[in-house]
C-alpha cells in the first residue's frame, strides 16, 4: 500500500513537472527563464527517479531478509523441538490431544492413591499413559514434585515423561509417560490368577531377580549419579513397572524430594504406604537416601515369598479382635537363622523348579540388610547393585528388631487395641525408646506417631 501510493505521488509530480517544462516551452519560447525552468524540472525529475529507485531496493532488501529470518525462525524452531525430543524435555501438551488419544479417558490402566491413569495412543500413533491428578493441593504438590524430578531424568529403568497439560490453574493436572505394556509388578507376584489383559501372573525366579538389579539400578542412579540427590520415597509394587521384556521400570515420582549432595538427611512431613516405610520418617530423626533403601528391602522380601510383607489372618469369625497379624519379614528373619530359607521362597517357584539357592540367600540376606532399623546399617543402592550383579557372597545381617516396622504396618483400626501382641501406648513408648540411629537421638516420637498415622495412605 505504501509502495502504491509512493508510486502515485511520483508518477503524478514527473507529468506536473512536464506539463511544467511544456507551458513554460509555449509560453517563454527559448528564453533563459525557460532554460531556468527546465534545468530545476530535469532536475526534480531525475531526484524523484533516483528516490524511487533506492526506495525500490530498500524494499527488496527489507523482503530479501524477512524471508531469510522467517525461514532461518522455521528451521531453528524444528531444530529446537527435535533437540527437546532427543533430550527427552517434556512437551506441552494441548487438553484435547489427550482427550483425543485416551477416547476421552476411557481405558482405565491403573489408581493409585493420589491419581488415575489412562491409556491413549498419541496422533502419531505412539502408545502413552496418562495420569490424571485432581488438583487439590496435594495434586497440586505432586505434580510439581513429579514433574520437576523427573523431567531431567534419562534411565532405561525409570519411566520417560513424555509431557504435561494444566487446563487451568484449578483444573487437573495431566502427565503423560511412554505407556509401560506389562503393568505394575504387584500382579505379575501377588496374583494368584491371569487377569483378562494379561497384565499379571507369576513371575519366574530369573525375572524377579533381574527385576531385583533392575530396581536397584534405578535407585542407584537416583540417589548417586543425579546432579542433585533424587530420594523416591514411594518404593514398593504398585510403583514398579514392567515392560514388554520384563525389565523394570521405577514409576510415580509423586512423594519424591530433593536432596543437597552436602546434606546428610532431611526432615519431612511424613508421607508414604505403610509397610514400605522407614522407622526414621516415625522418630523425625529426618530421612535419606537410606529410606528407600529400605523400602527396597521391603519389595525383595515380598517379591521372594510372593506375599505381601503383612497379612492377617482371620480365627473362623468375623469379629476384628479374633485376627492375627503375620509379619512376614520376622518369618525370614527367623528362617534365615535356622538355615531353612527356601521354606519362605513362593511356593509357585518352588513348585515349577529350576530356583538357584545362593541366590536366595544372597537376596534375602540382601533384603535384611536393607531392612536394619539402625539406617547407617543398611547398605548404599550402589553396593546393592554390586551384590546382586557380582554374585557375591553376602555376609548374614544382623539380627534386627523390628519393633518398629511391625507396628507401622497395621491398619489403622481405633477398636483394635492390641497389634501383635503390643498395646499402642507401649508401642508408642518403645517408639520414645528406640534409638534408631546412636547419634541422633530424639524424644519426640511419642507425639511424632499420631501425626505420621494419619497421613499415610494403606497401600
Ligand atoms: N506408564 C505406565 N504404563 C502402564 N501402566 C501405568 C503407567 N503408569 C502407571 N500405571 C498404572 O497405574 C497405576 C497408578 O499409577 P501411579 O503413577 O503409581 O499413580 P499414583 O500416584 O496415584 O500412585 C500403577 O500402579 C500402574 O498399574
Ligand atoms: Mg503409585
Redesign the pocket.
Known sequence: MEDKKANIVAASSVITLITLIVIARVCLKLSSTFFLIFGAGIAVILAVFAWLLIRHHYNFRRKQMESQYKSEGRELRIEYSFLRKVAGVPTKFRYKELEDATDNFTAL?????????F?GILSDGTP??V?R?DVEERGDR?FRS?VSAIASLQHVNL?RLLGYCCVNPAGPRF?V?????N??L??WIFSRKLRPNG?GGCLSWDLRYRVAIDVAKALSYLHHDCRSRILHL?VKP??I?LDENFRA?V??F??SRLMGREESNILTTIRGTRGYLAPEWLLEHGISEKSDTYSYGMVLLEMIGGRRNVSFIEKGTHDKSHRKWHYFPKTVNEKMREGKLMEIVDQRLIDSGGIDEREVKRLVHVAIWCIQERASLRPSMSHVVEMLERGLVVEQPPDTQMTIVDFLTVDEDESQPHINGHHRPNIAAALAAQQVDSNNENSSSAYSYANAMSALTPR
Open positions: 490402566l491403573g489408581q493409585g492413591a493420589s491419581a488415575k491413569v491409556k502413552v499413559a495420569k491428578l505432586e513429579e519411566v502427565l509417560y511412554d505407556f509401560i505394556s503393568g505394575s504387584d500382579s497384565r514411594d504398585e510403583n513397572l521400570i514409576a510415580d509423586g512423594l
